[in-house]
């Protein structure tokens, strides 16, 4: 890192309010708790200067925290971690939330093909990774949901940039029933130009795609959702 002191009044402030918080802070927030007027470099900083450290600075979900260093877990583990084990139901809903968010309980029920209760979307909400975004503004104004930063912790995303794509998760043996059942619904839309398609006798299959630029993006731990971050 440079060698700009760390007596420095702001870099120190900025420590010190992170050290304090009880929980994550975006820049934003930190800037306007201290009356600057842009905090990121000195993040940047911090971040640099605790890199390979006991503890680390670290920015999930676009808010910033300290963490404890994770080659030192083993030394910090007093008890036996209680392990979170999801539904298939349950890890369907919150990968569909997580893929198309904000989307409703009736179309998570398309993609899935199957009618989701609403105790497996309370057991996402009661584990903090799923909230209700707000409503659909389309007649009988239905509840919609999105994931949460904590969603974004747990499984070690910066962003849901970072989820990995649809031919990752078929591939993992997670999403078979849900692709089956996404196929079937976009066949409805492209049927007839598929039959255009296939004089001659050939038969081709409708490919999956997602409306979310998200959903083509990388990476998650959705195959591991017991583990704790």
């Known amino acids: 890192m440079s060698e700009k002191p ?10 010190a309010t992170l050290f304090a918080a009880e929980e994550p802070l ?22 640099e ?6 503890i680390r600075l670290v920015e999930i979900g676009r808010r910033w925290q ?4 994770p080659d030192l877990a083993h030394l910090l583990r007093k008890e036996k971690a209680q392990i979170r084990t999801l539904s298939r139901a349950a890890t369907e809903v919150l ?6 968010e904000p989307v409703s309980r009736a179309e998570v029920e398309s993609i ?13 909400m009661e584990a903090g ?37 649809l031919d990752e998760l078929k591939a993992a043996g997670l999403l078979d029933p849900v692709e089956d059942a996404y196929d079937a619904l976009m066949g409805d839309t492209g049927s007839d130009a598929e039959g255009n398609a296939s004089e001659g006798g050939e038969e081709r299959q409708n490919s999956v795609t997602s409306n979310d630029t998200d959903s083509s993006s990388r990476v998650s731990k959705l195959e591991n959702p017991e583990q704790s971050a």
């Open 26 to 47: 975006s820049a934003e927030a930190i800037a306007t708790h201290l009356g600057a007027e842009d905090v990121r470099p000195v993040l940047r900083e911090l971040q």
């Open 49 to 54: 200067f605790y890199e390979g450290r006991g």
């Open 129 to 165: 990774w799923v909230r209700v975004a707000g409503r659909r503004e389309v007649p009988g104004r239905p509840v919609i949901y999105a994931t949460t930063p904590d969603f974004l912790q747990h499984f070690g995303l910066k962003s849901r940039r970072e989820l990995p794509g």
């Open 6 to 15: 760390l007596s420095d009044d702001v870099l120190r402030a900025v420590e």
């Open 95 to 100: 990968a569909i939330i997580a893929y198309h």
């Open 66 to 69: 300290f963490q404890t260093a």
């Open 112 to 124: 899935r093909g199957v009618q989701t209760a609403k105790g497996t979307l309370d057991v996402l």
